[in-house]
């Protein structure tokens, strides 16, 4: 019986030993490039460039060829028309399915949900201003890649396109402003 509940206490810890083999941590920044756009139409807005950084959790299966990572990361995003220039920092929530496409190169695709918590308008020569009819909570698509260039460190592109308007309510005449970045950042992997 000893040997029984000691050979099972050694299969149960073999078996933790390798399901931690597949879950990583890791830290991540980078820049972030953004802009506003309406939707359907062409006019965009010039790019704001603003940090993004954070921490992730990454798990591997299916034979170390599909993952699953979610991020949890700081990020600012808006852009400029004109003499107005809108910024909104987010607190974003990515959840992203890895598929390993060929050596150290990965096809992120997923989604993303975004908290703001600061919302600001500044017009030339003017103090910047809250906006008072942002929307505190986003929903994105998001898709890119990532090359794993040791096994620790990694380089991560990717394109977020937003699905909901900024605004929060609904004005008659008015532009619905959605936003779209891409951002660069370079992980480290524990």
């Known amino acids: 019986m000893k040997k029984l509940l000691l050979l099972a206490l050694f299969s149960v ?9 597949r879950v990583f941590y890791g830290v991540k920044a980078g820049a972030n490039l953004s802009q506003l756009y309406h939707k359907f139409a062409q006019d965009g807005s010039d790019l704001r460039c603003g940090p993004v950084a954070g921490a992730f959790v990454y798990y591997r299966f299916a034979g170390e060829r599909l993952g ?18 809108r910024a909104y920092d987010y607190v974003d929530v990515p959840l ?10 990965d096809l992120n695709v997923g989604g ?3 908290y703001l918590f600061n919302a600001q308008e500044k017009r030339k020569n003017t103090k910047p201003k809250a906006i008072t009819d942002a929307r505190e909570h986003e929903f994105s698509a998001v898709g890119g890649l990532s090359y794993d260039i040791t096994e620790h460190l990694f380089i991560d592109g990717r394109v977020v396109i937003g699905t909901m308007r900024l605004q929060n309510i609904d004005v008659k005449n008015s532009k619905k402003i959605y936003s779209s970045s891409a951002a660069l950042s370079l992980g480290l992997r524990f």
């Open 13 to 21: 810890s073999i078996m933790a030993l390798s399901a931690q083999q």
């Open 68 to 85: 699953v990572q979610a991020e949890l990361l700081y990020s600012e995003r808006g852009g400029r028309y004109g003499s107005v220039s």
């Open 96 to 105: 992203l399915l890895k598929v390993k496409l060929y050596g150290n190169l």
């Open 112 to 114: 993303q949900y975004g």
